[in-house]
């Protein structure tokens, strides 16, 4: 698109203000332009060019249509002083005149000082081809200018549909304003609500603290209360309970009066019954000590081929069923791991007594073995399984999981056995399914922490 002029104007005089204004509305809608666009491109040149018909005496005012390098057109208006403008710098008197244009600079042409301003034409507008554009200029070489009478008329019109506008964009401005001012209302009531209800809820929780306080440090003086019963009687039983077992071992001696069959038998059963109840003293006696924390392990470095060894020679003058075999596998070298000896093969005990009572036929094995930063010891059977629902249960205090046959015990074997295990820094887990056997894994780190 060639940047031809549509229409070539001179402001010399007063007059001619009014005439630049009504002809810049007159281009800018014939191009295209929206309504208000129309406006404040006039209203710009009559601003611009008063100040320059004061400051140089007037300008010649060109306007074109010109493409920008994106594709869209716009109108341009080019005022060329008919002087040197002081200080070759023009600023204009009112700030808000460049609020009405795109573009509002000061820039030199062929040695001329030019202010130019610029207005985008919208997409909708019809397409200025060639052609278009030199019917626009034709059509407004034709028309004649207005008088200065018609051209304020017509300002005063747009002045007043400019107030009707301002008017009515306040009372929308008031209208949204109450409306504002009522939500805050309510968002302050809600507030007010919400913090009101807040406070009430913190109050419970606090309530509810001091109540679950009160409560553990009740349950902590049961549990104390119940260790230190525990840890009375057990220790007050095992004294007579251990005379019964004397006395008994007594009575069926070669060097006492000979016994009768069923003195005999019934004597057996009365050591038979006060050993069961030794066994339970001293279960419970020991639950009593892990529960009041006074088991400190002793830390040294434990061979564990020397503590299988121990377990292997010792568990088999158990009583296990016939057709059962105790398999304890020699750990591989080194065998070594930061824990308390004593504590780690009662543990031990108890898992390998444990599964032979349950076992009524295969094998009952005892591994070891080295994992990263820790051991992994295992007690494997192949008794009659365990439910998974009931995994957790067995390591409950007094229970025992329910089989074919009923077998004697206290059911603090896993208990204890646990608490030991955590005292040495490690854990307890069951795998176990119905039909195919248990294994207890005890996992350790090797240094001990």
């Keep these: 698109m060639t940047t031809t002029p549509l229409l070539q104007m001179t402001l010399r005089v007063e007059q001619d203000i009014f005439v ?15 309504h208000q666009d129309q406006v404040r491109i006039a209203t710009a040149l009559s601003e611009v060019g008063r100040d320059l018909l004061r400051a140089v005496g007037g300008a010649d005012v060109v306007f074109a249509v010109v493409e920008s390098p994106d594709g869209r057109c716009h109108l341009r208006v080019d005022l060329t002083p008919v002087a040197p403008l002081p200080g070759g710098r023009y600023e204009p008197e009112s700030g808000a005149v460049a609020r009405l244009v795109d573009t509002l600079s000061v820039l030199t042409v062929q040695r001329d000082t030019v202010v130019r301003m610029s207005r985008r034409v919208p997409a909708t507008a019809r397409t200025l081809t060639t052609e278009r554009l030199a019917e626009l200029r034709a059509q407004l070489g034709e028309s004649a200018p207005g008088t200065a009478e018609e051209e304020l008329a017509t300002q005063n019109r747009q002045l007043i549909n400019a107030l009707d506008e301002v008017r009515n964009q306040r009372d929308e401005l008031a209208r949204l304003n109450e409306e504002l001012e009522q939500t805050n209302q309510g968002v302050m009531a809600l507030y007010q ?90 279960e419970l006696l020991d639950l009593a000590k892990a529960e009041s924390g006074r088991i400190e392990p002793e830390w040294s470095e434990v061979d564990l081929r020397a503590v299988f060894g121990q377990l292997r020679g010792t568990l088999r003058a158990l009583p296990a ?129």
């Excluded at 000979?258 to 059963?269: F, I, K, N, S, W």
Aim: net charge negative.
């Design 20 to 34: 630049v204004r009504q002809r810049g509305r007159e281009v800018a809608a014939a191009v295209g332009l929206e």
């Design 321 to 449: 069923a016939d057709g059962v075999e105790l398999v304890v596998e020699e750990p591989a070298t080194p065998a070594t791991v930061r824990t308390d000896e004593v504590l780690l093969a009662q543990v031990l005990r108890n898992l390998l007594h444990n599964a032979l009572k349950f076992t009524t036929e295969g094998e009952v094995r005892l591994r070891a073995e080295r994992h990263g930063d820790g051991w992994r010891l295992t007690v494997a059977d192949t008794g009659p399984g365990i439910p998974p629902e009931l995994h957790d249960r067995v390591f409950e205090e007094f229970y025992q999981a329910p089989g074919p046959t009923r077998v004697g015990g206290t059911g603090l074997g896993l208990p204890y056995a646990r608490r030991l295990v955590n005292l040495l820094g490690g854990t307890l887990d069951l795998a176990s399914e119905p039909g195919r056997g248990s294994t207890f894994t005890v996992w350790l780190p090797a240094d001990g922490t």
């Design 193 to 282: 609500q919400l913090t009101d209800e807040l406070e009430a809820t913190n109050q419970g929780v606090v309530a509810l603290y001091a109540e679950l306080d009160e409560k553990s440090a009740q349950l902590r003086a049961a549990s104390e209360s119940k260790s230190r019963f525990l840890a009375n009687v057990s220790h007050e039983l095992r004294a007579p309970v251990t005379a019964i077992i004397g006395l008994a071992r007594l009575l069926g001696d070669s060097a006492s009066d000979p016994l009768t069959t069923e003195q005999e038998r019934q004597v057996g059963l009365i050591r038979s019954s006060a050993s069961d109840l030794l066994t339970l003293v001293n």
